[in-house]
């Protein structure tokens, strides 16, 4: 796994070279692109980090970028750079989930922090992707039956309930949990409820109550 | 001229229509007994059915053919004589109960008026007839020369005039003739006054003045004469009573009514200057001045000039004014280039900001990072260098910006250099790069090779592009386009007579056919915010620059802006060789 990088992109190659010159000189590790385009292209999943880019650029804008990087596997935290902030832009690159928005001439310690700052929020989203891949990975090796039967197990339902909302035998049915848990690894219906809320899957509803 | 006056003077006087007839005898050539009885006889058998009122007889020179015939004629009838000789009124006339007037000569005021003419005269050559009544007329010129001291006369009364030409040629400087009446010469010749001057004038070698007013027109420079107009109407207001009854008392008056007269060109001739003339003096055969005898000419020559003048005063006037006018809509013309230099600029400050930001962030992003190599035991120096290198050139970069905006915002008169074209459109992309990114336009220049330079002012060719490229930006912008056609193409060829023509590109919509012979015009805009002016401008610059702008609508897609400039050496470009 390769170490957390700044990819600085601008296509002022002059403000370029100066930002990588200094973010060097600070013991960052750097990669620098003269279009966002660029950048988009060389990206690795694996790549660690953060986006330092021009809010405003020829062909794909800084807000362009970060649209397009959201949809891709590995979605790093943006900081935008500008020449100055306008308020119409400032919200827009918020709302699409910034991680810092800088003037070009703000105090070096700030666009420090701000790097670290992204840096962290990587890793915690880098983590939390992980083992969100790591469940589903986990979910996916249940079969149709089983997860039925979880999606009643996390509503609270007992095993005699389950069995006669399915049709099935009360012995099945536990048998069926029996796999679910030792799949899942998750050996308490708490255990297996906070899981299921993580990845997203819904507890079964009351057929009477839709 | 005395008998119309008389006539005019008459009518005048009495209210109702009067009859005039006339008879000449003309007894001073014919004069014999025979035919004065004819003549009587003829007159009473004439006016035998006529009741006269009034006769008036003018008498000649001679008044015995006259002394009987009014009673003898007409006994009952009125009459009234005039006559203008120094005789004594004969005897039968004053018997015969008739009124009558005699008119008198003034050689005493003839003599004066000589004098005051000829202020340095010594002498006076008097010449004279020898009939009887020349003779009274000499008596009273002797009074008179006696009358006047200082003054030698010399009187030629005993002559034949034709022989005095001859000494009067002769006669020394400082005298002047003067003519008394000539009735009869000694050779017996009868004269008139107005004869014996043309005789005597032209020969004499000193200036001739005359007695009576008949010499004056032909040849006497002047004299105290009697004036026909005058006598005539003294003569009329006598009639005029006679005809009323009252016969004027006393029945014979003596009149002396003289005028002072002098003939202009006999002034002329003896150089005598005309301040000398008295003020009661009359100058006659004074040639009409040009203002008299072409009064209406002149009159209308002059009209016409005024008002050719007038005219031209007008034209100059209103000249003037729309010279100021003008003036006023040039100077309009460019405080209105100036304030849309200045929107354009307003359009362009954020950028332009964005612009200097960009090295001065550089600066600041290079000086700390070579604050933080330098913290450094070992500092790598060839880094700090292009460190130092690129703080030096960000400067610059910033500090052109600024110039270019100073430039812009600079109220300039054209001021044309040698502009390479290249160049012109590299600037034109640097100012408006920072514009473009922010609405994600993509600018590319594409020239030919071998442009020659041109000559203009540069700035405002600046603004003409910039104002082309901020257009063709808005027209991209206001269509909706997929992406990759948002791009503008700054370009420059040569057109087929050898001028530069650049050209601003765009893919947007393109302009409509109603709006596309409009856009030159000013307030003319499609814009929601526009002024109207930027393209109205533009083309009030490229015109100054002797070129052409114009406008079409792109074959696929958007419209395209372009202007021609004069190459600056069209000479260097004709000796290449033609590639067609």
């Known amino acids: 796994m390769s170490e957390p990088t700044v990819f600085l992109i601008d296509d002022d190659a002059s403000f370029l070279t100066a930002i990588s010159r200094l973010l060097r000189g600070m013991g960052f590790a750097v990669r620098s692109f003269d279009s966002a385009k660029a950048f988009l292209n060389e990206l690795s999943t694996t790549a660690r980090g953060c986006v330092l880019v021009d809010l405003k650029m020829p062909g794909l804008s800084g807000l362009d970028l970060q649209k397009s990087l959201a949809q891709t596997e590995n979605p790093l935290p943006v900081i935008f750079l500008t020449g100055q902030a306008d308020i119409p832009s400032t919200v827009q690159a918020m709302r699409g989930g910034a991680e810092d928005f800088l003037t070009k001439r703000a105090p070096k310690e700030e666009v420090a922090g701000a790097i670290r700052r992204a840096f962290e929020r990587d890793e915690v989203e880098r983590l939390k992707r992980s083992r969100l891949r790591e469940l589903r990975s986990r979910l996916a090796t249940l079969t149709d039956r089983e997860q039925q039967v979880l999606r009643h197990v996390i509503r609270g339902q007992m095993n005699k309930q389950i069995a006669a909302e399915l049709g099935i035998n009360e012995r099945t049915v536990k048998l069926h949990r029996t796999s679910v848990t030792r799949k899942l690894r998750a050996p308490s219906v708490a255990e297996l409820t906070r899981l299921c809320q993580e990845v997203g899957i819904e507890p079964r509803r009351d057929p009477d109550k839709p | ?580």
Request: aromatic letters at 6%; a neutral charge.
């Open chain 2, 1 to 580: 001229m005395l008998e119309q006056a008389f006539r005019t003077e008459l009518s005048r006087q009495c209210q109702s229509p009067i009859e005039f007839y006339a008879e000449h005898m003309d007894a001073s050539h014919f004069s014999n007994k025979e035919l004065y009885q004819i003549f009587s006889d003829y007159l009473a058998a004439k006016y035998a059915g006529e009741p006269l009122d009034l006769v008036m007889v003018f008498l000649g020179r001679d008044f015995k053919l006259a002394e009987d015939l009014p009673p003898h004629v007409f006994p009952k009838v009125p009459a009234i004589f005039l006559t203008a000789n120094e005789l004594e009124v004969p005897e039968p006339l004053m018997r015969s109960g008739i009124a009558g007037m005699v008119a008198r000569y003034d050689p005493a005021d003839t003599i004066a008026l000589m004098r005051q003419l000829q202020p340095d005269l010594q002498k006076i050559v008097v010449v004279g007839g020898v009939s009887e009544s020349d003779r009274k007329t000499l008596t009273r010129v002797e009074q008179a020369s006696r009358a006047t001291p200082g003054i030698e006369f010399e009187f030629w009364t005993n002559n034949v005039i034709k022989e005095l030409l001859e000494p009067a040629s002769e006669l020394p400087p400082r005298t002047a003739l003067l003519m008394s009446t000539i009735l009869a010469d000694a050779a017996g010749q009868t004269y008139y006054m107005s004869q014996s001057a043309q005789l005597l004038a032209p020969a004499a070698s000193v200036p001739l003045y005359s007695l009576g007013g008949g010499a004056i027109g032909h040849g006497a420079v002047g004299g105290a004469v009697m004036d026909p107009a005058v006598i005539g109407m003294d003569v009329a207001t006598v009639a005029a009573k006679a005809l009323k009854g009252a016969l004027p008392e006393p029945r014979i008056s003596v009149r002396t009514n003289i005028s002072r007269i002098v003939d202009w060109q006999q002034l002329r001739r003896w150089g005598i200057s005309e301040a000398r003339v008295p003020a009661d003096c009359v100058v006659a055969n004074r040639p009409k001045s040009l203002w008299e005898e072409h009064k209406r000419t002149i009159s209308l020559m002059v009209a016409v000039l005024l008002a050719q003048a007038a005219t031209i005063f007008a034209l100059l006037v209103q000249l003037a004014q729309r010279r100021r006018a003008e003036m006023q809509i040039q100077q309009q013309r460019a405080e209105l280039a100036h304030a849309a230099r200045l929107s354009t600029m307003g359009q362009l400050a954020s950028s332009l900001a964005h612009e200097i930001n960009q090295p001065l962030g550089a600066i600041l992003r290079n000086a700390e990072a070579a604050e933080m190599f330098l913290q450094r035991d070992s500092p790598d120096l060839t880094e700090l260098r292009a460190i130092v290198a690129d703080i030096r050139k960000d400067d610059q970069r910033a500090g052109g910006v600024i110039d270019r905006m100073r430039s812009l915002l600079k109220r300039q008169k054209l001021e044309r250099t040698s502009l390479d074209i290249r160049e012109l459109l590299d600037e034109t992309l640097t100012i408006a790069r920072s514009d473009a990114r922010a609405r994600g336009v993509q600018i590319t220049i594409e020239t030919a090779a071998g442009l020659p330079p041109v000559l203009a002012d540069r700035v405002q060719l600046q603004q003409v592009l910039l104002n082309l490229a901020l257009n063709a930006m808005d027209a991209m912008t206001n269509s909706t386009n997929e992406n990759g056609t948002s791009r503008i193409i700054l370009g420059a060829e040569r057109d087929r007579e050898g001028k530069v023509e650049i050209s601003v590109r765009d893919f947007g919509e393109g302009l409509s056919s109603e709006r596309l012979p409009h856009v030159f015009e000013p307030f003319f805009t499609t814009k929601t915010n526009g002024m109207g002016m930027g393209l109205a401008i533009s083309k009030t610059i490229i015109e100054a620059h002797g070129g052409v702008i114009r406008a079409r609508n792109n074959p696929d897609r958007g419209a395209t802006f372009s202007f021609t400039l004069p190459a600056e050496r069209p000479a260097a470009t004709a000796a290449q060789p033609s590639r067609s």
